[in-house]
């Protein structure tokens, strides 16, 4: 055996870990310890998703809810490393966001809906 002290998310831990040999027999394996995992994103149904292609701000929503867009308009900006990108509607249809002006998403997080 061999004795860790690992830290996750601030608190300390004492982990045991079990050397095995080629000629051990198998070892049961021990609890993992999870970091904290964010809730997944809603699920959506129906039409075309837009998802954030990097994480980022967003910084603006540049059509209302519930507007007729036409493909390739821009949707709304996405501040990523302080520079303004515009994400820009993959059909035509009606726009459901569901993200709101000020709000921090990861990659691919759904970011609308074109219904």
């Known amino acids: 055996?061999?004795?860790f002290k690992i830290t996750v998310n601030g608190k300390s831990y004492d982990v045991e870990v079990e050397e095995v040999g080629e000629s051990a027999?198998?070892?049961?394996?021990?609890?993992?310890?999870?970091?904290e995992s964010k809730p997944a994103p809603a699920a959506v149904s129906g039409g075309k998703k837009v998802v954030s292609p990097f994480p980022g701000l967003v910084k603006n929503l540049l059509v209302a809810e519930g507007a007729t867009v036409k493909k390739d308009q821009p949707?709304?900006?996405l501040e990523a490393m302080k520079m303004d990108?515009?994400?820009t509607s993959p059909a035509?249809?009606?726009v459901s966001f569901k993200v709101t002006k000020g709000?921090?998403?990861?990659?691919e997080s759904v970011l609308a809906?074109?219904?």
């Open 85 to 87: 990108n515009d994400i």
């Open 1 to 3: 055996m061999r004795n």
């Open 75 to 77: 949707l709304l900006v």
């Open 103 to 107: 709000m921090n998403v990861e990659s």
């Open 25 to 35: 027999p198998a070892a049961v394996a021990a609890p993992v310890v999870k970091a």
């Open 92 to 94: 035509d249809g009606v």
């Open 113 to 115: 809906v074109i219904g």
